[in-house]
């Protein structure tokens, strides 16, 4: 059995799907890896090296690989290189990138996505999302704080007592509560909004204030601990409530997603005009849209005295350690599915099966046939 190691072409993506130190635990398994993959991460070809991996270009490695380690999804022309009958483990947004399914699918390859393993006890060391989502949630507060002309704590000197800055978190997933704590330790004063009553023992815990909705919803929490679409009516009444705290902030973060949809639209235009001058907004939700109606995904702009970042992919501005934590994550998913050097990919077990995005040339993941049969654009 062999193990691949692609280089992201993705712009702007500088992880590696696994860093040398994890390589010892691939026991029995042959590895290579394309040429400087690892480098712009802070990993050289001679650590892996080190650790017995044969460093080949691009065309070896997916003739040689029965199975392909990546983070970004394939692009239609890295898909055209896999060999038939390869496996890929990756980050698979399949209604978002139906051409390389396809064109997976007609190459006999099994295709598993890291972004549908499910959120269970016994997946923690698998999920990729959480891991990566940690790194935003922290380096969204560092870019706001970077981005706002005022001191975050509260200082109290001789020449009178600044106040500390207004921190606004829309969203307490994994990133959520990252940047609630990352925002608290450097001393803001944090509120939280979530649609999930469930979110506001966490939000507490963290010392952060709870943003409670006065409007009865439908049940809050979908399965993986994502928020459920709600009603127009709960949509506009929610878009008020987070008007009144936006418009008394200083840093706005926003992480609120609905899988295989556009995020919601949470922060509204009305509510940027509303916003103190100087203030900042983080969207990390800008790879679905944006939460908020002035995102511009993959740009920093200045929308009536409003600073709104929308930067891509935060994770791989740290490179380094959320590829270590990546790293662990597909690494641990893989030897779930080989069993003595043999790949078995079991589909009665929901860990293997709730991934699977195409088996044996079959696409088997059920939105993205009915993407397919409806015609969808690609």
Known sequence: MVVGIPKEIATG????????????????????????????????????????????????LYEQSDIILKIQTPTATEARLFKEGTTLISFLYPLTN????????????NALAMNLIPRSSR??????????????????????????PKLFPMLMTAAG??????????????????????????????????VRPAAKEEITSLGATFVELPIESKEEQAAGGYAKIQSEEFYRKQQELLTEHTQVSDIVITTALVPGRRAPILVSEDAVKKMRLGSVIVDLAAEQG??????????????????????????????PQASQLYSRNITSFLLTILKDGTLNIDRKDDLIREPLVIFDGEIVHEPTKAALSEGMPK
């Not at 990566?132 to 970077?146: F, R």
């Open 290 to 319: 944006g939460n908020c109606i002035l995102t511009e995904p993959g740009k920093s702009v200045v929308k009536y005295g409003v600073t709104i970042h929308g930067l891509l992919n935060l994770p791989s501005t740290m490179a």
């Open 13 to 60: 993506e500088k992880r590696v799907s696994v860093v040398p130190g994890i390589i010892s635990r691939l026991k029995g398994i042959s590895v290579v890896m394309e040429r400087g993959a690892g480098e712009a991460a802070g990993f050289p070809d001679t650590a892996y090296v080190e650790q017995g991996v044969s460093i080949v270009d691009t065309s070896a």
């Open 98 to 109: 139906l051409e390389t399914i396809q064109i997976l699918a007609a190459r006999r390859v």
């Open 161 to 194: 007592t600044i106040p500390p800055a207004k921190v606004f978190v829309i969203g307490a997933g994994v990133a959520g509560l990252q940047a609630i704590a990352v925002a608290r330790r450097l001393g803001a004063m944090v509120e939280a909004y979530d």
């Open 123 to 148: 997946a923690q060391s698998m999920d990729a999302l959480s891991s990566q989502a940690i790194i935003s949630g922290y380096k969204a507060v560092l870019l706001g704080a970077d981005s706002l």
